[in-house]
């Protein structure tokens, strides 16, 4: 029982290396050595927990899509989808950061990766599309997707800016985009 304790202690150490560095350095500065020596682990010890460096990016990865998208109760409205965003944003910052990193440069330079954001896109376009026509009576699925679409597109704008001016009003912002969204 102790040695499993330890290997979950490592594996954890492992995880938070990985995201910290995520957050710091970026993908490309996030190397297998930078993640064992935040880790205090041995890369013999890495490997008998992960295949690869990318393993455990996509384990951070995972981690992120799941606290950006929490799975929403079925009568989830715009408001309760924006605050939950705000939430994972204003939270946890440098998760958040990982997320934005890896959407855009593992997008860009990584097939599986690029698959793997888009069907998350789509699921939270779905769940946001959702919300739209139980708030607004009537839209058609059409305009109810690209309300949500471009939704979740100035929420990703508002926060980008808020990655470059730490005291932007970033909650506030989401707030009125979500009820520009519902009118």
């Known amino acids: 029982m102790a040695r499993y304790q330890a290997g979950l202690r490592t594996e954890a150490r492992i995880v938070e290396a990985t995201r910290d560095l ?11 050595k930078a993640i064992c020596g935040r880790a205090s682990v041995q890369a013999g010890s890495f490997y008998n927990l992960f295949a690869s460096k990318e393993a455990v990016v996509v384990r951070v990865v995972s981690e992120a899509i799941a606290a950006v998208a929490p799975e929403p109760a079925e009568d989830a409205t715009v408001e309760d989808l924006v605050e939950a965003y705000i939430q994972f944003i204003q939270g946890d910052p440098t998760l958040a950061a990982v997320y934005t990193e890896i ?51 100035a929420l990703h704008g508002l926060a980008f800016h808020l990655a470059l001016e730490p005291d932007f009003d970033f909650a506030g912002l989401a707030r009125r985009v979500a009820e520009f969204t519902v009118s």
């Open 103 to 153: 959407a855009i440069t593992g997008a860009l330079n990584d097939g599986p990766m690029r698959e793997r954001i888009a069907r998350h896109h789509r699921q939270r376009l779905e769940i946001f599309a959702g919300a739209v026509r139980q708030s607004v009576p009537g839209i058609s699925p059409k305009n109810a997707v690209t309300r949500a679409e471009l939704l979740l597109a």
């Open 22 to 32: 995520l957050g710091e350095v970026g993908l490309e500065g996030t190397t297998l």
